[in-house]
């Protein structure tokens, strides 16, 4: 899945929950998701991740009959009224969740725990052969920003997701399915999150395409004296920039078209580099 990538990716978020930090309670509804799909198609996303519980800080558990309510209409309009073959990604932590969303037409898995809250999500990566994205995080959503430290941020994140790509392989994940994501603002502090994105070479050079899942999150507006997470599209594409030019793979944004651009114009100047 991952042994082809050459330029950037761009995942669009579609979250179906009521509660999601910065667009939740917008595409709760089949059609409304469908619409927000199709825009993002229409703007050159690569893939639509789709989750049914929100990740924010604070955010409790969503019980998996809930999150299957909400993400299986949504995956199969897309299948049958947008698209047969753009991937779809389920962003779960539950393997019974991830299940039903494959048998639905989704074709990738986004983790948010890299197996760490139910390990039948590696074997279900494995069994059914599709890509999986592992992602740092500390703690749970609803404690991780609770007072997070690290002594060097990087090392740990970076030996972390070691393990968790050696529980993949494991568990018979092929290595060209696997992915991993730094998991910015997920039990990070401001700092943290600076020191991670300055260092994203680090986790490129481990052999993995890389994900890099900043859009609208508090930190930058902590940068940018800004509060409200609509207002730091042009500060993501900061960071999709940034990030294209230290060798990331792939970016989970809600604002498609800008990131798009933010990419590939870094895309074209990195190749200029290279000639």
């Given amino acids: ?11 669009g978020i579609l979250n ?29 996303v690569d893939i639509i991740d789709i989750g049914g519980e929100s990740t924010r800080p604070g955010a409790e558990v969503v019980s ?8 299986v209409p949504v995956i199969k309009a897309i299948r049958d009224e947008l698209s047969p073959t753009i991937p779809i990604s389920i962003d779960t932590t539950a393997s019974e969740v991830a299940a039903v969303a494959l048998e639905a037409g989704a074709s990738w898995i986004n983790d ?9 999500i ?7 052969n599709v890509a999986i994205i592992l992602m740092h995080i500390k703690g749970l959503p609803k404690d991780m920003q609770q007072a997070p430290s690290y002594d060097d941020v990087v090392a740990e994140v970076l030996a972390h997701l070691q393990s968790c790509v050696a529980a993949a392989l494991l568990a018979g994940v092929a290595k060209h399915n696997i992915a991993i994501d730094p998991g910015i603002g997920f039990g990070k502090r401001k700092q943290d999150n600076l020191d991670l994105l300055a260092n994203l070479d680090k986790f490129v050079a481990l052999g993995y395409p890389v994900l890099l ?3 609208r999150k508090r930190f930058m507006g902590s940068v940018c004296d800004v509060s409200e997470p609509t207002e730091l599209v042009s500060a993501t594409a900061a960071t999709t920039a940034l990030g294209v030019m230290q060798g990331v793979h792939m970016f989970r944004v809600h604002d498609v ?3 798009r651009q933010a990419a590939d114009v870094a895309w ?3 190749q200029a580099m290279h000639c």
Avoid: C, W
């Fill in 64 to 71: 998996v009959a809930e999150q299957i309510k909400r993400v």
């Fill in 213 to 215: 899942g900043t859009s």
């Fill in 122 to 128: 590696l074997l279900l990566a494995a069994e059914k």
């Fill in 257 to 259: 078209k800008e990131n």
């Fill in 1 to 11: 899945m991952f042994n082809n990538l050459t330029t950037p990716l761009i995942m």
């Fill in 268 to 270: 074209a100047i990195k």
């Fill in 16 to 44: 179906v929950t009521p509660d999601s930090f910065s667009d939740g309670g917008q595409y709760t509804g089949v059609e409304d998701a469908l619409a927000q799909a199709k825009r993002m198609i229409a703007e050159g």
């Fill in 112 to 120: 948010i725990s890299a197996g760490r809250h139910d390990e039948a």
